[in-house]
């Protein structure tokens, strides 16, 4: 009977046997089935669950710790922080920056994801965005401040996805949680022209035009800019 077949776990192998064991807890974690913000299973019960011993459990775990997927918090255990090793590497390399550093960067990222997605867009991405683009207006209806930056990072996560690059999407993916730990206090002081630049962002890319959907993306960007 397979592993997958058996439902119980394959006991790791003695060879490279911390090498292993860390890349069984990163599949945990990049599978979700150790979710982002939620604490492993304890040294004990790794050791019981992998077959493997109690050294090579803590140095494995302690690999993925310095790669920047889990975080070890003293007298509570360790919680997974990413799913993605980009991110922790992102985060420190982009640590330092200034407000204007991350606009401006975010500001290339969205522009060039913005003509793609245009150039590269199915109908079916056309119909999530414009879906997303509503859901993101009526966010601001409440005076949620995380609802609305969920809401509108969903809407330009779509935009990348519908770039069909995966390589756009798998660094976008990793920035975002930069994005949002540096701008989160960014808002519009013109709340009815950033839905209407919101509005024509998304129009553009469904009429394939590019160069106007980059236009529209620094249209957003540029109260943040002053």
Known sequence: MSYEDSGTRQPVRRVGLIDQAAERFREEVTSGRW???ERIPTEAALVSEFGIG??????????LVQAGLLRR????????????????TLE???????????LELRLALDSAAASLAALNRSDADVELLRELRDRREASWSTDDPDLRASADLALHRAI???THNPLYVKLYSSM???FAAHMRDEKSEDEDAAHRHHHELVEAIADGDADRAATKVASIFKPFMR
């Open 160 to 162: 990348v996805a519908a």
């Open 73 to 88: 918090e003293q007298g509570r255990g360790t919680f997974v922080i990413s799913k993605s090793e980009l991110t922790g």
């Open 92 to 102: 420190r390399q982009l640590a330092g920056g200034t407000r204007r550093h991350y």
């Open 54 to 63: 109690r050294n090579t459990v803590r140095e494995a775990v302690q690999s």
């Open 35 to 37: 979710p982002v913000g």
């Open 176 to 178: 975002l949680d930069v």
